[in-house]
Each structure stands twice: as structure tokens, then as C-alpha cells.
């Protein structure tokens, strides 16, 4: 009698503790099941951050304690890079967001957010460097995740062994960056379109750029839409972050529309008015 007992108690143990360990498992995996490299096209789970709230909560974690803590904003210093006749990088940019009104882009000098006026201009900087967030390249890659009016900064999200990573949310509209507990991405499947798509796109606006001296150095982003006709992308003149331009490459009639970035900072550099 004491063996069966004895046996019933250790199957009874057995079960507990593999329940825990599987439970534990399972969170870790809903932590990191909404981050994608940007690109990547992986769709967010909702239900999935829903699920591992639940179970943090059930193990008495609180996931929104430092939630929304402010931290500085420091802008990106472009006239320095200027003056130094700084490149756009050894890694190509990113175009991470694109309209007919607004683009987002970023490269190891910082996250630059573009409006358009009557012009294109820089609206907003944000020094990348400050948060470690500047590798392009690499296990410490940072991923960006941009839209319209703000962008999740995850800097060396995919580094080995990472459990609780950063995640800072930068507002566009009051220059506001604050950490945050919990990634959602947004997919966007402007960013998941295929190589056999892009591909023609690429060819033919390379040929236009290089009639007029110049060079892609950014991913193409479809701005309309995937197949909508229109491009984004960037680029520059011998590889010189002071010449970059934001061009859109129309499908329709082969058109070619480039404009200067950096106009409006190359002008107060100067003392003149944007």
C-alpha cells in the first residue's frame, strides 16, 4: 500500500511540475510571438498579447507598471553629419513608412519623419545612437516599426538570450518618446510585398536615377499600395547623406519625381528661411 501511495505521489508531482514548466514556456513564446523584422509581413496577434496578459496576471506580474515612463528625445544631429560630408551608410536605409504626404525612414544617424507641404521637409529627428538603437545589420538589428503617427523602436530585439527587451514609442506630433511593456505590431503588407514584384520596379527606377547621377540606397516602398503604381524611395548622389532626395517612381508613363530631403536644414544651416 505505501508503494502505490508512494507512486500516486510522485505522478501527482510529475504532473505539477510539468504543468509549470510548460505554463512558463508558454509565456515566454506569447512575449515573442508579435516581433517581426520590418518586412518581414508576419501579421500581429492580438489575441496573443490578450493571452499572455492574462497569464502574467495569473502568475501576479504586473506588465503595466513602467509602462508609458517618459525619456529624453534627442534629435538627430544632421548639420554635423553635413559638415563632416557624412554618407548615407555602409547598410542601405529603410523606408519604413510611406504616403502621398509623409515618409519615415531611418539609417544609423536617426529616424527622420518627412512632410509634404509645398515641399518636402524634415519634420521630426530622433538620434537613434542615444538608445542603442542604430545598427542596421547584425544579432543587435533594430527593429522599427513605423506608422503614420508614431514608431516602436526595439533595439537588438533578435540579440540571443534577450528576455525583457526595450521598446520605446516615439509620437511624431509632440516629439514624445516613452518605453513601453508590451509590442503590437500593425502589419502592413506594403512592406511584405514579394522580390519577383519589386524586382521590376527596382530595374526600372535604378535605370532613371542613373540618368540623372544618382543612386538608390533605400528599399522600395509602394506607396499606394501593391499595385498601385507609385514608389517610394530614397536616394543620393555618390553615396552623400546631404544629397539625399525622396523619389516616387510612377508606373504609368515611366515618370520619375525627385525631391530634396534635406533642403529646409541645408537653409537654416545657411541663416536663410525655409
Known sequence: ????????????????????????????????????????????????????????????????????????????????LFRGDAGTGRAPLELDYGDESRIVFHGYFGLVVCEKGTSWKVLRTLDLAALGASAMEGDDYTVIDAGRERARILPGYFLPGKKNPEIYCYDYGDGTLREERDYRPV?????????????????????????????????????????????????????????????????????LELSDLFRSVKQEKRGEKG
Open 1 to 80: 500500500m505505501d508503494t502505490i501511495c508512494m507512486a500516486v505521489f510522485c505522478i501527482g508531482l510529475f504532473a505539477l511540475l510539468g504543468f509549470k514548466g510548460t505554463e512558463a514556456r508558454g509565456e515566454r513564446k506569447l512575449r515573442g510571438q508579435g516581433a517581426c523584422r520590418a518586412g518581414s509581413g508576419n501579421p500581429a496577434g492580438a489575441e496573443n498579447s490578450a493571452g499572455a496578459e492574462k497569464l502574467a496576471a495569473a502568475q501576479g506580474e504586473d506588465r503595466t507598471e513602467e509602462s508609458g515612463r517618459m525619456v529624453r528625445a534627442s534629435q538627430a544631429d544632421l548639420e554635423r
Open 187 to 255: 502589419r502592413d503588407d506594403r512592406l511584405s510585398w514579394g522580390y519577383t514584384q519589386s524586382m521590376p520596379v527596382q530595374e526600372k527606377a535604378d535605370r532613371l536615377l542613373g540618368t540623372r547621377g544618382l543612386s538608390r540606397c533605400s528599399n522600395v516602398y509602394p506607396v499606394l499600395g501593391i499595385g498601385g503604381g507609385e514608389y517610394g524611395f530614397l536616394a543620393a548622389e555618390k553615396g552623400r547623406l546631404e544629397s539625399l532626395c525622396y523619389g516616387v517612381y510612377r508606373e504609368k508613363g515611366e515618370e
